[in-house]
């Protein structure tokens, strides 16, 4: 049984920063792509980033999000995390972790990935 548990949300002034966990079981983590998505009320879920299972393959980051987030996993610990600096209040959303086939290439669309958290609230005041 997969599980993922996202943590590290909350309230933040923008500019600020935060750094979103997720931590990962029932799966074998280090052979997985994983990615964060996002979705704020009345508004579809959109993608964020992404990283592959592979050390040789680069990270995928959606353009708002580019210079001001970093993807990050950890294989021992078995959990992928979100750096999130610069924030800006239309970073307001409900974070989700979620990931995709075993071995399969990192995507930006939501039917890549077959599993996901319940998300965690950031919010960005102006």
């Known amino acids: 049984q997969v599980k993922l548990v996202e943590s590290g949300g909350g309230l933040v002034q923008a500019g600020g920063s935060l750094r979103l966990s997720c931590a990962v079981s029932g799966l074998s983590f280090g052979a997985y792509p994983m990615a964060w998505f996002r979705q704020d009320p009345g508004k579809e879920r959109e993608f964020v980033a992404a990283?592959?299972?592979?050390?040789?393959?680069?990270?995928r980051l959606a353009d708002s999000v580019k210079g001001r987030f970093t993807i990050s996993r950890d294989n021992v610990k078995r959990t992928l995390y979100l750096q999130m600096d610069s924030l800006k209040p239309e970073d307001t959303a409900v974070y989700y972790c979620?990931?995709?086939?075993?071995?399969?290439?990192?995507?930006?669309?939501?039917?890549?990935?077959?599993?996901w958290g319940q998300g965690t609230q950031v919010t960005v005041s102006s």
């Open positions: 979620a990931a995709g086939g075993a071995r399969a290439a990192v995507g930006t669309q939501r039917s890549a990935y077959n599993d």
């Open positions: 990283i592959s299972w592979r050390t040789s393959e680069s990270t």
